[in-house]
């Protein structure tokens, strides 16, 4: 029995230099397929258009305009996280639970300002603003760099006015 065991151990690493000799050295880094990179242009122009009212947040907080606080978390704010998990899903393997729980405390974050005016607490709101926009500054920058949008024909043929109106 003592015999067997060191050439079982050969064999057995006979077979994984075999393995690892045969196998081809260049490991390619995960990269965006373009699919991806379409899905994720889409998404993360409708969290720009979100980021660009952010704003009207922040003043409503100013002015303790609470009913206004609830209304924009609630309406314009209500698919910021269903969009945020939609580009979490497309990203590298290695940067999607990073994303992910920058999500998760950001919609943390809204929660916290919609109590806070639930509350009348300017204070609360006005710091899980702030640590909102840091979070949403944070996931921004796990984005791969999208390429420009070139104009499609679709949308060029809706920016032209037709003749038969003029």
């Known amino acids: 029995m003592s015999f067997f065991r ?5 064999f057995l690493v006979c077979i994984a230099v075999l393995v690892v ?5 260049n ?12 899905r ?6 409708g969290v720009e258009k979100i980021k660009e009212r952010l704003p009207e947040l922040e003043s409503y907080i100013d002015k303790q305009d609470w009913n206004n606080i609830r209304s924009f ?8 996280r269903t969009r945020l998990v939609g580009i979490s899903k497309e990203l590298l393997p290695a940067d999607r639970p990073k994303s992910l729980e920058l999500g998760k405390e950001i919609f943390g974050h809204l929660n916290k300002i919609d109590t806070a ?5 300017q204070n609360i709101a006005a710091t899980n603003y702030s640590e909102a926009l ?11 760099e999208l390429p420009k949008a070139a104009p499609t024909e679709a949308a060029e043929s809706t920016m032209k006015a037709p003749d038969s109106m003029m």
Do not use: M
Not at 6 to 10: A, G
Not at 73 to 80: A, M, R
Not at 136 to 143: M, P, S
């Open 134 to 144: 840091k979070d949403l500054a944070a996931f921004n920058d796990l984005l791969p």
């Open 27 to 38: 490991v390619k880094a995960p990269t965006y397929s373009a699919e991806s990179l379409t």
């Open 21 to 25: 000799s045969c196998s081809d050295g």
């Open 117 to 121: 005016a639930a509350d009348n607490n």
């Open 73 to 80: 978390i609630h309406g314009p704010l209500g698919d910021l």
């Open 6 to 10: 060191p050439l079982i151990s050969f």
């Open 40 to 45: 994720i242009q889409l998404a993360s122009a």
